[in-house]
């Protein structure tokens, strides 16, 4: 077995002890294996927690485009990892380039798992994005019955469309000697995230 596929196969099967081996022995930390998937990739995908806090600590790379590693996890429903791929500057709303166009919180929204929807949403994921069919999250949510996700989903929406049906006001404020302007936007986030805050 080639080093990369030694490599991938270790980061897969949660092997520690392997992966520091085949790192220190000068294996590339971002090499693909067969299945087109980086030891990040494989790692995030098993679940393999230990190992993708290792990666990540020895600065592997994220992917610039296709599926990525935050895909893997919020379809996965990984939690941790997730957050952990976040904490390291994971793009939230990366689309995955194939025939779905997805972001992160559609593999989630997919695969019913709210608390990584949760996830996302107070990262400030974008919950009104469309993929390549022009669906958004909550339509997924909706189609597939995912009646916690939808009812979370549609508080979102309901709250963020309020905001902007507003009358805009000037919210120019004073703070500390600096000038602080009030925005729909922050207020429509500040909204939704209190929503989160009360489901979880």
């Avoid at 296709?66 to 895909?71: A, D, K, R």
């Avoid at 957050?83 to 995955?96: F, K, R, S, T």
């Avoid at 994921?125 to 939808?150: C, G, H, Q, W």
């Avoid at 963020?160 to 429509?188: E, W």
Wanted: one cysteine or more; charged letters at 25%.
């Amino acid at each position: 077995m080639r080093p990369r596929e030694k490599l991938c196969t270790a980061a897969r099967d949660g092997s520690l002890e392997d992966v520091i081996k085949l790192l220190d022995s000068g294996c590339n930390i971002n090499w693909k294996g067969s299945k087109g998937l980086t030891p990040l990739q494989e790692a995030t995908k098993a679940g393999q927690l230990e190992v993708v806090s290792l990666l990540l600590n020895h600065n592997a790379e994220f992917e610039q485009k296709g599926t990525t590693s935050l895909h893997l996890a919020c379809g996965g429903g990984h939690m941790q990892i997730a957050e952990l791929l976040i904490e390291h500057g994971a793009v939230i709303d990366q689309p995955d380039q194939s025939h779905k166009g997805y972001t992160p919180i559609f593999n989630a929204v997919e695969n019913n798992h709210i608390e990584v929807v949760k996830l996302l949403l107070r990262n400030k994921a974008k919950f009104n994005i469309k993929n390549a069919k022009k669906e958004t999250p909550l339509m997924i949510a909706t189609k597939k019955e995912y009646k916690d996700i939808e009812d979370l989903l549609v508080k979102m929406h309901t709250l963020t469309q309020k905001d902007r049906a507003k009358p805009q006001k000037s919210a120019n404020k004073k703070s500390g000697g600096r000038r602080v302007v009030g925005s729909s936007g922050k207020i429509a986030r500040e909204l939704a995230i209190s929503v989160i805050a009360e489901t979880i």
